[in-house]
Structure formats: C-alpha cells, structure tokens
C-alpha cells in the first residue's frame, strides 16, 4: 500500500510538472504589480452630498492579484482574477473638501489568445470599487466608488510558472452625471501553480 500511495503522488507530481511546462497559461496564480495611476474627477457624489471637485492626479500604485486560467484550446485562455491596491498620495481636491482613496478591489474576467508558447495577449473586463475618506466642509466619512473596468496586456513566461506582464486599465467610477475617471500602466510578476 506504502509502494502504491508513492507511486500514485510522484505520478501526479511528474503529470502536473509536465502539465505546467506544456501549458504556462493554465491553473491558478498569485502575483504582485505596480505602476502608474490617473485619476481625472471632475465632481463627485458622495453620501455627504457633492464635492465640487475638478482635479487630474498622478501617482504611483501598487497591489496583490490572485487568479484562476483555463485553456479551452491550443490558443484561447480564459481566465478570473482578483486585485487590490494600495496608492500612494492619492488625495483628491484641497482644503475642506476632498476626497482620499483608501484602497481600491477589483473582480474581473479575461479571455487571451496564445500568440507562441510563452506569450499570452488578452483582453480584461469586470468590476472595481474604490473605498474613500471623504471630507465636504465640516463633514467627514468614507464613500464608495463603484463602477467597470476594461484593458488589455501582454503576458510572458520569463521562468518556469513566473510570467511578467504590462497592462492598461481604464476604469469609470462616476455615478450622478459627474466623471470619475481612472487610467493605470500596470507591470506584474505572477507565480503559476
């Protein structure tokens, strides 16, 4: 039995090796990425009423992703994944009234194309919420901003189940006739499993 159960986990363990170096985009992964972050506002609706906010920030972000690829076939790879991020110096507006991203997460589906056995370019789309301080005058909460977002990256396997990507996002968070705008270069390393 002892000789069997061996037997059964290397099989499994040389299969899914094997598996990962025929297939890079496929199973799950876990990764890291940063880059640049936009945010154009230009006012905002917010649970303390509206903020006559019209500003344009840059600033750096960063964050964590996990997620899930499946190849349907030779070339076309659909996928989920998840994110968060963190960015720094984000306060949007001056004096009394702004707003100041805490944290932003996002749930979004991707589908790519195989362009050679290491390179991956695909398409991403879903939902992102931004979770704010918000201050108007006197008052003083947090907000949530709600909306999609849509991109599109290149993805590449630079080591064994380590790949390094560089996407675009575009993300509209307005809501009431006012826009919130966000636009992100994102680069990334992920771990397949």
């Known amino acids: 039995?002892?000789?069997?159960?061996?037997?059964?986990?290397t099989g499994a363990t040389f299969l899914f090796a094997n598996q990962a170096i025929a297939a890079p985009f496929q199973g799950a992964f876990l990764g890291v990425h940063a880059g640049w972050n936009e945010d154009?506002?230009?006012?905002?609706?917010?649970?303390?009423?509206?903020?006559?906010?019209?500003?344009?920030?840059?600033?750096?972000?960063g964050g964590l992703f996990a997620g899930y690829d499946q190849r349907i076939t030779r070339h076309i790879v659909?996928?989920?994944?998840?994110g968060f991020d963190i960015a720094a110096d984000d306060r949007i507006g001056e004096g009394a009234r702004y707003i100041d991203p805490s944290y932003t997460f996002d749930v979004?589906?991707?589908?790519?194309?195989?362009?050679?056995?290491?390179?991956l370019v695909y398409l991403r789309g879903g939902y992102e919420n931004t979770r704010a301080r918000v201050v108007n005058g006197a008052l003083r909460g947090h907000d949530n901003f709600d909306g999609w977002t849509a991109g599109?990256?290149?993805?590449?396997e630079i080591l064994e189940n380590v790949s390094a990507s560089l996407e675009y996002r575009y993300s509209d968070l307005g809501s009431a006739g006012h826009a919130f705008d966000r636009h992100q270069v994102l680069a990334a390393l992920a771990y397949h499993f």
Request: proline share 4%; net charge positive.
């Open 1 to 9: 039995m002892k000789a069997f159960v061996t037997s059964a986990i």
């Open 40 to 61: 154009r506002v230009h006012g905002a609706q917010t649970d303390l009423g509206e903020i006559p906010v019209r500003e344009t920030g840059d600033k750096f972000v």
């Open 78 to 82: 659909i996928g989920g994944e998840a």
């Open 108 to 119: 979004t589906g991707r589908v790519g194309y195989v362009t050679s056995p290491k390179t």
């Open 152 to 156: 599109a990256g290149l993805d590449r």
